[in-house]
């Protein structure tokens, strides 16, 4: 484990002051009105289902069972961080994977003044939906084929006590690879290609993933991750990632 894995969570601060630079900032505000919209919604939804079933099934319970609604509440959030944010996260890039793309670029530029820019104009921007729609697609089912497997072995007895742990680092390596793909698709790679450079970067890959995965279970500070993610990926590329596409 080298000290550069280590510090690749750093980078998400790093993007935390890319975002507030000049000709970056016009980027941010849709990939952040997605998310703070997603998450917002997904909470309400969340909470709303959660009252309405300890409404249903606790009032048949016996008096002297009645604390197992405090237990119950504590149980559901800790499952609603685990697992919601994450699926919500998932769906608001499949959203706003448009917005994203250009915001990495626009990062790159800050970082890279030299970069041409690419034409972000209504029209433009509707002809990249769809290609940057399928590019998320193929993500998700990436994502699908090996999270169901993964997800029976919490129900495997003796196998289901490392199951949270396996998911906890299959989660950092999905974060992580969504995140990087924005400025390594803007660079001509594709999803195949991208897959294969971070799996000679394990370590640093699953450092920002993990990253990205803390800060998605911290309140309030989740509604900023998607921006936040998707300049600190492009930052980890220009100055730890694009030098092995460049040396191809």
């Not at 703070?36 to 009252?51: A, E, H, N, Y």
């Not at 685990?82 to 994977?97: E, K, P, Q, R």
């Not at 399928?134 to 993964?150: M, N, Q, V």
């Not at 921006?227 to 990926?233: T, Y």
Request: charged share 10%; proline share 6%.
């Amino acid at each position: 484990m080298t000290l550069h894995s280590i510090a690749s969570p750093l980078y998400l601060l790093k993007g935390i002051h890319l975002l507030l630079q000049p000709g970056v900032r016009l980027y941010v505000f849709m990939p952040l009105l997605i998310n703070f919209t997603l998450f917002t919604l997904f909470i309400i939804f969340g909470i709303s289902q959660f009252s309405q079933l300890i409404e249903n099934y606790l009032p048949g319970l016996p008096e002297w069972l009645q604390w197992i609604e405090w237990l119950l509440w504590p149980l559901f959030i800790v499952s609603f961080i685990a697992t919601g944010f994450f699926l919500c996260l998932m769906i608001a890039n499949l959203i706003a994977a448009p917005f994203n793309g250009f915001l990495a670029e626009a990062v790159e530029r800050k970082l890279r003044p030299g970069k041409v820019a690419t034409d972000s104009s209504i029209s433009e921007t509707l002809k990249s939906i769809g290609p940057t729609l399928l590019s998320e697609l193929s993500k998700l089912s990436y994502f699908a084929i090996r999270a169901l497997p993964l997800l029976l072995l919490f129900i495997i007895p003796g196998i289901n006590l490392i199951a949270p742990l396996l998911w906890l680092i299959f989660s950092a390596w999905m974060l992580a690879l969504e995140y990087i793909d924005y400025p390594m698709s803007a660079n001509g790679l594709l999803f195949s290609d991208v897959r294969q450079k971070l799996s000679n970067r394990r370590l640093t890959t699953l450092g920002f993933g993990g990253g990205i995965l803390l800060m998605t279970v911290i309140p309030v500070i989740n509604f900023f991750i998607m921006p936040v993610a998707v300049a600190g990926a492009t930052a980890l590329y220009v100055e730890r990632l694009a030098e092995d596409q460049e040396n191809r």
